[in-house]
């Protein structure tokens, strides 16, 4: 697992159990540490420990607080609400382990593969395109298409591949114009979602019954 942890985000919100050896992994007040629960245990339970917390944020039984202390975080209202700082607290990272991310990343590449069959089966090309170090999953250059795949329709993956749609599109504006932007995904996303990306001028891709759709008239497919 390639993962990095910060003591202050780990336990502002409560203290690890005593058999969680936090400060034995993290030693400073303030630090990046790089976890190897494969092969380190008292890494493994800090991780352990860490997803536990992510579990019971997202059923809705507060982060980050030990075993019989009842949580007095407040629902996610539906709606967007304005309110006091205290009550804005979240936590921006997930701990991923290493082997879910190969696992993610096989998905990915098996969704733009089948996508990339589709197309040629059209007689059409589906390349990518280099920015530098970076390089985003495809590009059709006589459509000006392009294309990020994910292997979830969760917003979180959503998120991510807008941010990369959005980079991408800024650096090779120069050279390629103004592209066509879309999100490959295994399928359709929820409406709100649909809503959101379509403010943000950002189609969607999925397959379905042996064939590939969009929500761009054609556009992709």
């Given at each position: 697992?390639?993962?990095t ?12 159990p005593?058999?969680?050896?936090l400060?034995?992994?993290v030693?400073?007040?303030k ?8 092969s ?5 339970k ?14 809705g ?24 700082s205290?009550?804005t ?9 290493k ?12 969704l733009?593969e089948?996508y ?6 059209q007689g059409?090309k589906?390349?990518a395109?280099?920015?530098?170090t ?14 990020e ?11 991510m591949a ?8 800024f ?7 103004e592209?066509h ?8 996303p929820?409406s ?12 969607i891709?999925?397959?379905e019954k042996?064939?590939?759709?969009d ?7």
């Open positions: 697992m390639n993962t942890s910060s003591r202050d985000a780990l336990t502002r919100s409560g203290q690890p005593s058999d969680v050896p400060i034995e992994v030693r400073h007040t630090a990046l540490v790089q976890l190897h629960p494969e380190n245990i008292a890494h493994r800090v991780c352990e420990w860490i997803d536990q917390q992510l579990q019971n944020i997202a059923s039984e507060g982060g980050g607080i030990t075993a019989g202390h009842k949580s007095t975080q407040k629902p996610i209202p539906a709606d967007p609400q304005i309110v006091s205290p009550e607290h979240q936590l921006d990272y997930k701990v991923q382990t082997a879910k991310v190969i696992k993610a990343e096989k998905m990915e590449a098996k733009l089948s990339r069959r589709w197309v040629a089966q059409r589906l390349p395109v280099k920015y530098k970076l390089q985003c999953d495809a590009y059709e250059e006589d459509r000006r298409n392009l294309i795949a994910k292997s979830s329709a969760s917003r979180e993956h959503i998120r807008v941010g990369q749609l959005l980079d991408y599109a650096q090779g504006k120069k050279k390629f114009g592209p932007k879309a999100i490959l995904l295994p399928s359709e929820r709100d979602i649909v809503s959101w990306l379509d403010s943000l001028k950002i189609k891709i999925w397959p042996g064939v590939f759709l929500n761009a008239n054609g556009q992709f497919t």
